[in-house]
């Protein structure tokens, strides 16, 4: 079983859509929760950290469900440049964070 | 400097051959990672740095590969003896401490033919 799992997607949404992401972890010791964003051919980056108490910038809310181990990454009003890979990471007690494999979001007009 | 560092940004090279790749962390990041994504793949941990702690090689797939982090800043993996199945992008991160976020290089994208 793999420790972080997320829906491969690809969602297909259009602008202005309103779009969620979830995404479950195994390691029930992990401590540290983010939600990085991939573009086609590019390096990962960091979109937002989740914290337990759930934290929102701009479009965008992520929350943690530590007792059902899942976190989620809700998006609002999407626009077309939203489109991307969007990664859930989990670090856990071995402080290596452990990459889901991703959900594609294609947003069009 | 501003980012995390790596070269080269590509490298073809023949199987059988050696490769060695590097990366230069954030300054003042004492975590470094390794991670490598194949075409369509995730991303695959290789190895983690964390101070002048002992690396947790764990991530490695053999023998072939190796990396080292000299003075807590600058690393180096390296692949001996390449094979086509090694061919990849191969991604480094550094991050302030165990419980922040991870900050990328643009990858090494390596071509084994």
């Given amino acids: ?109 | 400097g501003a980012g995390v560092s790596q070269s080269p940004s590509n490298k073809v090279t023949e199987k059988g051959k050696d490769v060695e790749l590097r990366c230069d962390p954030i300054s003042g990041h004492t975590a470094l990672y390794w991670y490598r994504q194949s075409l369509g793949q995730g991303l695959e941990f290789l190895i983690y740095f964390q101070g002048n702690s002992a690396p947790d090689k764990s991530g490695l797939p053999s023998d072939r590969f190796s990396a080292e982090r000299t003075g807590g800043s600058v690393s180096t993996l390296t692949i001996q003896r390449t094979q086509q199945e090694d061919s990849a992008v191969y991604l480094c991160a550094s991050s302030l401490g165990v419980l922040d976020g991870y900050t990328f290089g643009s990858g090494t994208r390596l071509t084994v033919v």
């Avoid at chain 1, 489109?83 to 402080?95: K, M, P, Q, R």
Wanted: glycine share 8%; proline share 6%.
């Fill in chain 1, 1 to 109: 079983r793999k420790e972080v799992e997320q829906d491969p997607g690809p969602f297909n949404v259009p602008e202005g859509a309103t779009v969620a992401f979830n995404c479950t972890y195994s390691n029930s010791a992990s401590q540290s929760f983010f939600w990085y964003r991939q573009d086609c051919r590019k390096e990962p980056k960091l979109l937002m950290s989740v914290y337990s108490s759930g934290n929102e910038d701009g479009r965008f809310t992520a929350q943690l469900n530590r007792a059902s181990q899942y976190i989620s990454l809700l998006i609002r009003d999407s626009k077309l440049s939203d489109s991307a890979t969007y990664l859930c990471v989990a670090s856990g007690g071995s402080y290596i964070p452990t990459f889901g494999r991703g959900t594609s979001l294609i947003v069009h007009p």
